[in-house]
């Protein structure tokens, strides 16, 4: 069906770059760039020879962690609180270059077990099996989540022998089995908030009272999503290979506010040149210009995934929070040096024209890396020829992949991981039968990934006696993070009091202060008598000048209401010379004041409305993604936002018509001027147009009310004789 639309927009829309099946560019010369001599074969590699190929800095090696048969075309996995992998196996990624039997049931979530302590796992349980397409695994609540697009199960093993015999469903939204699998839902990380977050999907999981919740947030990144020691979150798109929230992002999507608030999905890495050690004319747009190098290596990222925040501790100090990024085109990962002022991140390669860690074997693919409970750094190798999932690949890729015969053999895969020689790699802690103590004290842990699971473990154990001591550490233990993760599990546990929030406001430490802040929000929003004085606390941080309190403090004023007092701070902060606070504070006054007359602000989406909205998703990307971007962001020179949109938020009547008839001619969208031509899409049905508009109006940190079948089938009847696209004046003269 959509299909025929696609073909159907193709024939009437003349230079129309919507992509093809094949992922072919009308009327473009797809000629080899590299001379054919220069490109050595691609046969496939057994682990042993394959690790031959690697280059890391000195003092550095790769070690084999598991290899076919034991596991295959692994895409994700994590440590559960044993120090056990639980890896997804996208058995059925691309069996051959049409894809054909993709959908069969033949992935598989399996436990990876090293018995012999020697860092190499050795025996394989496969946990559940018959899986179409899974592409995330989170190990939580005594269970396991486990993403199927579009399902979300929660599975439990509940006699020990490592088989699922209890699955159910979270949700059935959780992306789409019908798009691109280079663009739906994956990740699942529980973050430093209890909160779980994903990346390309637009809420964020939470078990509480007894069940799951789930809540909107901002649509983040494309493939794979890490934090930070601060539960900042980052993401990346495959061209943009570094990009992080550098505070909460409910902020923007709860207040559905069509003002974009600075400070979510901010670039960090600007410099996206790559260090390839071979070259690379298998990519998919490898013909044309500056794509290569001259010398045939590939120049920028194209398939930028997976970011990870290294937080262990057997490499060198240094290393401690850098940033790795999977280039799987390239055969590389790289290390971004990460630099934090006035609470912006900014990121930079660590290595002058070179990277990390580089293969020479094509078939080389970090799809995804882990900072291990040891504190090596892991890397999934998908070891698959075929990257390019078949919706985009251009004759030019196929040809290229068919010479080498790229496309067999299937059901290969690796796990490594990354060991500094000199560094330490201590037993990982067994922590599924330490006592509530003993996890307070791993809290303290200089792993961040023990840390992370121990917070979890204390959290889901929902055990009250835990809480004396966690209160000890929140006020008083000397490492400021072993504080905060105290803090966050009591809030976890919903065991914080005025009293502690009280006092770690007054935390040596920025960032417990900014944290405290934030977890003072249902306190302030109570208005017991008891919290007057908190609130004149809160009110005082006006006076702080660290970047995180002061940002974080805009952010929570505007939450806590719009009384005289908070109005004041926030108009103070809108002085700041922290850009960041400045732009939160704007941000909270103008949310405060409410929008516009004009912009209808649409409560939550009904379960109904969510399925027009999830069509309308599928339908976006058929059609306006190629030109609006999947980040609803546009593209320079090639079409304007919708994120944040006035139009997108403002009367739907304009809407619908830049649909039917196009749009040409000058327009200004967010304050910034645009001249260029959008296309009449009147060739789709009433139906999809309806679907798509509630999409737009509820992606991005939109949130406006849906369109309907009805008002898209009224408008197209009274704009009829219409021909021409739409003008920006006449369209401001439909209210
Ligand atoms: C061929 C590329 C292309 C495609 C496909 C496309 N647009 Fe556009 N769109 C544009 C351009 C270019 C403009 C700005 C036109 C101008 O400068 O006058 C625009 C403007 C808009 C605007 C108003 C400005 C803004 O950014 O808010 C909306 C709304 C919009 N498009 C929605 C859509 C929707 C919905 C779809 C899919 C049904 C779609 N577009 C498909 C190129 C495209």
Known sequence: MRKVVCNLLLATVSAFPLLAQSGDKKGEVQELRVPKERIPSSPPLSPIEALKTFKLPPGFRMELVASEPLVEMPVAMQFDADGRIWVVEMRGYMPNLDALGEKEPVGRVSVLEDKDGDGKADRRTT?????????????????????????????????????????????????????????????????????????????????????????????????????????????????????????????????????????????????????????????????????????????????????????????????????????????????????????????????????????????????????????????????????????YVTSYLRRQMEDRGLDQPQNQGRIYRVVYEKGSLPKPPRLSKATPAELVVALSHVNGAVRDTAQRLLVERGDASAVPALHTMA????????????????????????VTVAKVLDDRHPKLRAAATRVSEPFLRAMTAGNSELRKKVLSLAQDSAADVQVQLALTLGEIGSDEASKAR?????????????????????????????????????????????????????????????????????????????????????????????????????????????????????????????????????AFAPVSTETVKKIREETAKREDAWTQEELLRIQ
């Open 127 to 391: 946990f559940l099996d018959g899986l179409v397409m899974p592409r995330a695994v989170s190990v939580v609540r005594g269970g396991v989540l486990i993403a199927e697009p579009p399902h979300l199960w929660f599975c439990r093993d509940t006699n020990g022998d490592l088989k699922c015999d209890e699955r159910v469903e979270v949700t059935n939204d959780y992306g789409s089995s019908q798009s691109n699998p280079e663009h739906t839902a994956n990740g699942l990380l529980t973050a430093l908030d209890n909160w779980i977050y994903s990346a390309n999907y637009g809420f964020r999981l939470r078990h509480a009272a007894g069940q799951w919740q789930k809540e909107r947030t901002v649509r983040r990144g494309q493939w794979g999503i890490t934090q930070d020691d601060y539960g900042r979150l980052f993401h990346d798109s495959n061209s943009d290979h570094l990009r992080g929230d550098l505070i909460p992002s409910h902020y923007a999507s709860q207040r559905g506010s069509a003002t974009k608030l600075n400070g979510l999905n901010v670039q960090i890495a600007k410099d996206q040149t790559v260090w390839p050690s071979r070259v690379n004319p298998g990519v998919n747009r490898g013909y044309q210009p500056k794509v290569l190098r001259d010398d045939g290596t590939l120049a920028r990222f194209t398939a930028a995934c997976a970011p990870c925040i290294y937080r262990g501790e057997n490499f060198p100090k240094e290393f401690y929070g850098d940033a790795f990024v999977c280039e799987p085109a390239g055969n590389l990962v790289k290390r971004d040096l990460l630099v934090e002022q006035d609470g912006v991140i900014s990121g930079r390669n660590a290595y002058t024209n070179a990277e990390f860690l580089t293969s020479t074997d094509e078939r080389f693919r970090p799809v995804n890396l882990y900072t291990g409970p040891e504190g090596a750094l892991y890397v999934i190798d998908l070891y698959h020829g075929i990257l390019q999932h078949r919706t």
């Open 475 to 498: 006020l008083s233990h000397g490492n400021h993070l072993a504080r905060l993760h105290a803090l966050w599990t009591l809030e976890g546990l919903n065991k914080l009091d005025i």
């Open 570 to 702: 926030l108009n103070s902060l809108t002085q700041s010379n922290i850009k960041l606070a400045k732009d939160a504070a704007e941000f909270s006054l103008l949310a405060g004041d409410g929008q516009s007359g004009a912009v209808t602000n649409g409560p939550a989406l009904s379960p109904a409305e969510m399925k027009r909205f999830e069509a309308g998703k599928a339908n976006y990307e058929m059609v306006c993604l190629p030109c609006h971007q999947p980040n609803g962001l546009g593209q320079e020179g090639l079409a304007p936002p919708l994120a944040g949109s006035e139009w997108v938020a403002r009367t739907d009547k304009r809407l619908v018509r830049i649909v039917l008839h196009g749009l040409r001619g000058p327009i200004t969208v967010k304050k910034q001027a645009f001249e260029l031509d959008m296309p009449a899409l009147g060739i789709l049905e009433d139906e999809q147009i309806a679907t798509i508009l509630t999409y737009i109006r509820n992606e991005w940190g939109n």
